[in-house]
């Protein structure tokens, strides 16, 4: 299977199997999901890895959601895109998504596309 191309998925609806819940901690690194936190199934990214995705607009730990992809992070010092998939289709802004996925974005540069 080839690399995903994260833009593909911008505007589509998606499931997501959550692996790190919110309020979950990060297995390695000690610090906590703020969100919901899981990976598009049968989809490689390039870390080699399912791609990831944030949930927002989800207030509950989970282990599953769907939504709408609003955004993508491509960090541009890691070869890992992020998706951003809010639950209820609702619009966040550049600003917003920032500071909702800062406790993890913090350690990367990236840019944010639509």
């Keep these: 299977m080839g690399k995903t ?9 998606v499931y997501v199997k ?14 906590m999901y703020m969100l919901n936190y899981g ?6 990214s390039g ?3 399912e791609l990831d995705a944030y949930i927002v607009g989800e207030f ?4 599953e959601s769907r939504g709408k992809v ?5 960090r541009t010092n890691d070869d890992d895109d992020k998706l951003i998939v809010s639950k209820e289709g609702i619009e966040y802004s ?21």
């Design 5 to 13: 191309n994260a833009k593909d998925y911008l505007g589509k609806e």
């Design 18 to 31: 959550i692996d790190r819940p919110l309020g979950s901690r990060h297995p390695k690194h000690g610090f």
């Design 39 to 44: 990976f598009i199934p049968n989809t490689i």
């Design 47 to 49: 870390d080699g890895e």
């Design 60 to 63: 509950e730990p989970v282990m």
């Design 70 to 74: 609003i955004a993508i992070i491509h």
């Design 94 to 114: 550049d600003d917003a998504i920032r500071a909702l996925t800062e406790f993890q974005e913090k350690y990367f540069e990236s840019i944010i596309i639509r």
